[in-house]
Structure formats: structure tokens, C-alpha cells
């Protein structure tokens, strides 16, 4: 084996000397509500969860966005090869309680380790798996070079590389290589990331983009008919995945629309919800917390979800969408960079985002192109854009309609990375 670049060996003996800090650090951070105290060993790579023999594949994704974009590999590892084990890791509290929900049947979820040598060690000791799969940009030197040496196949997918990160790399170019040189399979999720990795050593084996990939969200039926029963003639607008100061300025903005309309919130982060109720009742809006259980009635003007998971359901309760994330530096604050209009187009929601889509800049491009989304300038324009919509249901459907199709196309990298994947599996074996 090649002998180890110098700072990933000084990087070795540090994490292995800071490794008896960890447990400390961790019942700090789950004091604070960033670890989940229930769980929190895990993360030291101890578990209560038994592995069940054969052969077993692990995919990590570090937050939310990372790890639903996985859920359609899951799906097709759990039909196509039952003979699998498949064990799925994260590293937030609310990854782990979405993927919880979301999980096929039989499908393992873990709290990922923390990159010291002894805590991967004992990870990868229990687990043994013969395949690893990380999405976007998960460079743990410990775990990598370590699941190397005990001969794991790794894949690096949906791979997305900073400038930043390569600036940090671009000083240590030996440990670059040795890191991005451990994969079998790399996959970025665009041109700019592929010419980033192939300068720190990476060999480019095709592009892939998970997010692009997948089903509709899921949906509670009953919980639909309730709300829209609830909801009555009234048009729905959906403010989806919405941040920090978004929320009021598309309130106020749609305050110009001639319609009464039912105004859905959803922020990205449901526990901001007091904060946003305590500015809505401030300016004297009628609203309803479905954190809280309340339900819509004949003066409500908005419903604030706050809730996790839901995000199908309020979709499709959507005569036109607003995206979002997308509206920061229209209103004075650091950019988001957007949240992925592929979830409304797939269910053929008319959708309109601000100006703030570099996180999402090609699929946005091509929507946009399609026809099936809307680029507004400020959350003041909204009302210009909505009010056409809502006039006439034929434009609103046929707008929803090409962008439903603009997704399907963008969709098609789930089959490209399930042939290379199939190629570094575990054969097939038949479970006894």
C-alpha cells in the first residue's frame, strides 16, 4: 500500500488523541438539541441494532437535502436486491426523523460516526459492509481510508466540490489525491464539481445529480381531504421551504392579490414556528399552527406548517407554488441559493421562484425554458405573476403541465448510476 502523505498522518494522531473529547462534545451538542440524546452512542459507532448476516451496502447523505436525495436508490436497492442489507446513515436530528418516516421496510437507519480512528474502527467492525455510497461531498479521511484497507468498495455520488473546499485541498495536493484516488466510482452532479475533483485527483466517471431523480412526495390522503375540505373554493398558494424573513415579505406582498386566497407556509425549518407566528400576529394576520393542532376556518388566511415530512401533502393542496429560499438578497439578507422546484413541477404545480437558484441554477435554467417555471425579481412581483394564474385555471394546468414534463427529463440519472453501481455490488446471493 502506498505510504500515507504526511498531514493525513499528523490529521491520524490528532483525531486519535482528541477521540476521549468526543463523548463530552457530543452530550454538550445534544443539550443544545443538535444530537439526538436517545441515540447519541451511535455516533460513537455503538448500537443496539444487530447486523443481520449476508452482504450489506451503506449510503450516507450528512443533512435532509443529502439524504431524501438518496431515497430513490434505497427504494431500488430494496426491490432489486432483497438479498441486500441496506443501511442508510445521516448526521442531523431531523434527517434521522424524516428518514425514519420515509424508510422501505427493512431498511436500517444509523446515526453516522464521528471521523476519530477507534470510533470508525468499531463502526465498520459491526457493519462490514462490501459497498459504500456518500453523497455530495464527504471527504472523512478516518472512515475512507480505513474502509479502503479492509477492501470496502466506495463510490462518491451526486458529488458536489466547492471553490472553498478546493482552496483547502489545494495545499495539501498528496492528501487530495490519496482521499479522492480511494473511490471506485465518482459521480459529480455537474461539469464545474467534475473539473474540481479531477484537479484534486479524482477520476470522473460520469455525472449524476440524485436530486434531479425520484418520485412524487408522498401524501396522507385523509389528511388532504381534511384540509381542502377545510380550505373550501378558496385558491391555495404554498410558500415552500421559506426562510428567514421570506415569510412576511411574501405575506405582505400577497396582501395586493384582488383574490382572497389560503396562503400555506412551509419553512425549511418547522421550528421556527413560534417565531414566525409571534411576527404574524404582530401584524394582525388570522392564522392557524398546525404545530399546535388548529385547523383552517372561514377567517384564516394563512396556515403555518410547521411540521416535518408533510411537504407532499401542502403540494398538492397548491394551485401555484413559491419557492422558497430564493428571495434573500431581494430582501436584504445573505444569500440561500433556492430549494428544488422539481418537487412541485413533478406533481405539475404551476411554480415561481426568486432570483436566489445558484443551488438549483441548471434544472431552474430548464424549467424556466420549459415553461413550467416562473423567475420573479422580488416578493413584491409576485402578485403580477399569481394573479394571471389564478384568473385563468387552463394556463395555470398547462404551465404546470410542461413543467411536470421538464421533470421527467431531468430525471433519467437515477438508471445512469444504478449500471455503475451494479458493477461494484456484491454478487448476488440467495437469502437462507
Not at 384582488?258 to 388570522?286: F, K, M, N, W
Request: some cysteine.
Amino acid at each position: 500500500m502506498t505510504p500515507l502523505p504526511l498531514p493525513l498522518i499528523a490529521y491520524r494522531l490528532a483525531t486519535r488523541a482528541l477521540e476521549p473529547l468526543a463523548p463530552r462534545l457530543l452530550d454538550a451538542r445534544a443539550r443544545r438539541g443538535k444530537e439526538d440524546p436517545v441515540r447519541v452512542d451511535e455516533r460513537m459507532g455503538f448500537t443496539r441494532t444487530e447486523r443481520p448476516e449476508g452482504d450489506l451496502v451503506w449510503l450516507h447523505g450528512v443533512s435532509v437535502g443529502e439524504s431524501l436525495s438518496l431515497l430513490p436508490v434505497v427504494e431500488r436497492l430494496a426491490k432489486a436486491r432483497p438479498d441486500l442489507t441496506v443501511l442508510v446513515t445521516s448526521s442531523t436530528v431531523t434527517s434521522a426523523q424524516i428518514l425514519t418516516e420515509r424508510l422501505p421496510a427493512g431498511v436500517i437507519h444509523q446515526y453516522a460516526p464521528v471521523d476519530a480512528p477507534g470510533v470508525v474502527e468499531r463502526f465498520l467492525d459491526h457493519w462490514r459492509p462490501s459497498l459504500a455510497v456518500f453523497v455530495e461531498s464527504e471527504l472523512w479521511p478516518n472512515l475512507l481510508l480505513e474502509a479502503r484497507r479492509r477492501g470496502v468498495k466506495l463510490a462518491l455520488v451526486s458529488a458536489r466540490i466547492t471553490e472553498k473546499t478546493v482552496e483547502g485541498w489545494a495545499r495539501f495536493p498528496a492528501s487530495a489525491r490519496a482521499l479522492t484516488g480511494a473511490f471506485d466510482l465518482v459521480l459529480p452532479q455537474d461539469a464545474v464539481s467534475a473539473q474540481r475533483l479531477e484537479g484534486m485527483g479524482a477520476r470522473i466517471d460520469g455525472l449524476v445529480n440524485l436530486k434531479l431523480s425520484g418520485e412524487a412526495l408522498p401524501q396522507d390522503p385523509a389528511a388532504f381531504s381534511r384540509l381542502s375540505a377545510a380550505i373550501g373554493d378558496r385558491p391555495v398558494i404554498v410558500a415552500a421551504s421559506t426562510h428567514e424573513g421570506e415569510e412576511i415579505a411574501i405575506v405582505r406582498a400577497l396582501d395586493h392579490l384582488s383574490e382572497r386566497v389560503c396562503l400555506i407556509l412551509t419553512p425549511r425549518h418547522p421550528e421556527r414556528g413560534a417565531h414566525i407566528a409571534q411576527a404574524l400576529q404582530r401584524d394582525g394576520y388570522a392564522f392557524a399552527m398546525r404545530s399546535r393542532g388548529e385547523t383552517i376556518g372561514p377567517d384564516t388566511d394563512i396556515y403555518l406548517a410547521d411540521t416535518l415530512n408533510e411537504m407532499g401533502l401542502f403540494l398538492r393542496l397548491a394551485d401555484v407554488v413559491v419557492m422558497g429560499g430564493s428571495f434573500a438578497p431581494a430582501i436584504g439578507l445573505p444569500p440561500v441559493g433556492g430549494h428544488n422546484p422539481l418537487e412541485p413541477a413533478r406533481l405539475g404545480k404551476p411554480t415561481i421562484t426568486g432570483p436566489d437558484a445558484s443551488n438549483w441554477a441548471p434544472v431552474t435554467a430548464a424549467l424556466v425554458e420549459a415553461g413550467g417555471l416562473a423567475l420573479v425579481q422580488a416578493p413584491s412581483d409576485l402578485p403580477g405573476v399569481i394573479e394571471p394564474l389564478l384568473e385563468d385555471l387552463n394556463a395555470a394546468k398547462a404551465m404546470g403541465e410542461r413543467g411536470r414534463r421538464a421533470a421527467v427529463e431531468a430525471g433519467g440519472g437515477l438508471e445512469r448510476l444504478w449500471a455503475l453501481l451494479s458493477r461494484i455490488m456484491p454478487q448476488r446471493q440467495d437469502r437462507r
